[in-house]
């Protein structure tokens, strides 16, 4: 426990360190601990450390967990990975946010199953902004010189947030591994831009978040603006 208690407050002093190189505050960024495949032991030290917010990747994970602590009240669930509609009504019932929203029909089919359900669950829109084939979301590679790609975003985004039950928050994306600092930064820095003039071409949308960073760069995404950071290897150490 106290180890882990020590390896958050390092991460919080990153995020405080970095904030602060930036101009910004770090009560502003969420943490996200990313607790995919690591025990209910280990959510709970880290609920006892402090943490609030913990993602999963796969929806019987998510289900599983949830259910077994229920009993933490103010604990919420970002659900950060690829979703296959045969998998995502656990993701409509037990995830408090949802980072991951590559196509229209995923958000139309998880639009329905919240209506019957009643309830609501904030996204984030995927975007690729590095041009990687393993990479997911809508293509944005060369959003600043294509209007094709710039009228196709700004067109899905208009479908998704018209959805009932599914409020948008922002964007989210993935900067390259093992890249050089600049190749990271500017991906980051590139999305950052890209909800500024999505914004400006959307005002009611008001979805200015910006879902970016982890273990290894997630310094390098607060001072391009990141509002949530999913950190995982830095809290719960490497796969076991």
Known sequence: MENKKQLIETVHHRIQRAAACAGRSAEDITLIAVSKMKSVNDIIAAYEAGVRHFGENRAEELEQK?????????LQWHFIGHLQSRQSMPIAKFAHCFHAIDRLKIANHLSRQLQELGHTLPVFIEVNVSGEQSKGGFDCADWENSHDQRGAFLDAVKTIAA???????????????????????????????????LNTELPELDARALSMGMSGDFEIAIEEGATHVRVGSAIFGGRR
């Open 163 to 197: 959805l009932p039950n599914l409020p948008v928050r922002g964007l989210m994306t993935m900067a390259p591994f093992n890249a050089p600092e600049a190749d990271i930064r500017s991906v980051f820095r590139r999305l950052r831009q890209l909800s500024e003039w």
């Open 66 to 74: 949830s259910a077994a602590l229920n009993d933490l009240k103010d």
